[in-house]
T-cell receptor, first 113, second 114 residues
Framework: DAKTTQPPSMDCAEGRAANLPCNHS???????VYWYRQIHSQGPQYIIH???NNETNEMASLIITEDRKSSTLILPHATLRDTAVYYC??????????????FGGGTRVLVKP | NAGVTQTPKFRVLKTGQSMTLLCAQD?????MYWYRQDPGMGLRLIHY???????AKGEVPDGYNVSRLKKQNFLLGLESAAPSQTSVYFC?????????????FGPGTRLLVL
């Protein structure tokens, strides 16, 4: 699996967009980019994933660069409840091996009022 | 639809005792996983299962055993607990969609081994 690099922490103002970067320069053509978050003491929560195209759902948007070497998770209107550790994970799914996720350090996001 | 549930939520063990953690999912997922998370660290995979009756080792399997007798349940066993196994244990189940998979996590079991 490709290695990912994220800033260790960032602050965001409530109501503003939060842009979380992730570098994955060694990503291969069939690896997906996943984003999960973990709110304090809770289990990780799936946010979004993508392969090549930009993706959007009710929680966030995922922007993947054309060369796929980096991506940005966008929380359009951050709320205090978005304070969490955000993990960017690159993974290829292998049917016989499941989809083992490798969690790195993540980005600790603090949304301030 | 309860999603992924874990039993118990919290447990204190003495060194050498045994216990079983239960994970149940009602989403008919094929894949199930057990992770552990130590303070300030990311999750590490202990064991996983790609279907009923099959299990495989993850990154940190030593000291743990698992069983998946029913599709909806995945059990994690500690035969002889050690203080190094003090951690928060998360179970997850996976939904496959084409070439990608989304995992859904339970609320965690906090284990303290004295």
């Amino acid at each position: 699996d490709a290695k990912t690099t994220q800033p260790p922490s960032m602050d965001c103002a409530e109501g503003r967009a939060a842009n979380l970067p992730c570098n994955h320069s060694t990503i291969s053509g069939n690896e997906y980019v996943y984003w999960y978050r973990q709110i304090h003491s809770q289990g990780p929560q799936y946010i979004i994933h993508g392969l090549k195209n930009n993706e959007t759902n009710e929680m966030a948007s995922l922007i993947i660069t054309e060369d796929r070497k980096s991506s940005t998770l966008i929380l359009p209107h951050a709320t205090l409840r978005d304070t969490a550790v955000y993990y960017c994970i690159v993974r290829i799914k292998i049917k016989a091996a499941g989809n083992k996720l490798t969690f790195g350090g993540g980005t600790r996001v603090l949304v301030k009022p | 639809n309860a999603g992924v549930t874990q039993t118990p939520k919290f447990r204190v063990l003495k060194t050498g005792q045994s216990m079983t953690l239960l994970c149940a999912q009602d989403m008919n997922h094929e894949y199930m996983y057990w992770y552990r998370q130590d303070p300030g660290m990311g999750l590490r995979l202990i064991h996983y299962s790609v279907g009923e009756g099959t299990t495989a080792k993850g990154e940190v399997p030593d000291g743990y055993n698992v069983s998946r007798l029913k599709k909806q349940n995945f059990l994690l066993g500690l035969e002889s607990a050690a203080p190094s196994q003090t951690s928060v244990y998360f179970c997850a189940s996976g939904r496959s969609s084409g070439s990608s998979e989304t995992q859904y996590f339970g609320p965690g079991t906090r284990l303290l081994v004295l």
